[in-house]
């Protein structure tokens, strides 16, 4: 297992850089820092993390769906290193939906996010992909991609109303699907 890193948190200004474009995927640093960051992911219970929130700043971040304590209703997929992402065209349709990062640890943002993107990325094994992506994903790879931007999600939200505390957002799943039901919400088209 690879080294766990330690997740920068809101306030610190690495998090608010542009990352850059990497130039060489196939190199060691970067290939260590994808095994770090899936490390990472894992063990803080995270469906992604970028590159930016461990102050590396490359443009490069971990998809990692999976369903776990912090996203209990999240589709299960191999942690996959997304390098020199893009977002080629997105649907017109927007959800909003509940996110948390771990740079912002015990809030909770009803965000919303394209339901459908295209995008491209080079894989860690420096083939380039082009795939489209919607919904629990597609959210993942947005707040993601932000993290490149030095973009949070409180930096999206619509009003402060749509905030809560960790602690308050595991108390209303546990009554009805808050997530599921939020996931559907069609806020423009
Ligand atoms: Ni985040």
Redesign the pocket.
């Known amino acids: 297992m690879a080294d766990v890193l330690k997740v920068i948190q809101l306030g610190n200004p690495d998090l608010r850089r542009r990352a850059q474009w990497v130039e060489r995927s196939q190199d060691k640093c970067i290939q260590q820092l994808i095994d770090r960051l899936i490390a990472t992911a894992q063990a803080a219970n995270g469906v ?3 590159a930016p ?1 461990v102050a590396e700043p490359d443009r490069l971040f971990i998809v990692a769906s999976r369903p776990n304590q912090r996203y209990p209703y999240a589709p299960a997929m191999e942690p996959t290193a997304m390098i020199n992402p893009q977002i080629l065209a997105h649907s017109d349709e927007c959800v909003k939906g509940w996110e948390g ?4 640890p015990g809030i909770r943002g009803l965000v919303p996010r394209y339901r459908e993107i295209e995008v491209k990325y080079t894989d860690r094994w420096g083939d380039l992909k082009h795939h489209l992506l919607s919904d629990f994903v597609a959210r993942i790879f947005q ?2 991609y932000d ?1 490149l931007d030095g973009l ?2 409180l930096d999206r939200i619509e009003s402060t109303q749509d905030l809560m505390t960790e602690q308050e957002y595991q108390a209303r799943e546990g009554i009805e699907s808050l997530e599921r039901s939020n996931q559907s919400t069609v806020i423009s088209s």
């Open positions: 992604g993390i970028a929130q990062c771990l740079s912002v707040h993601e993290h949070v999600f």
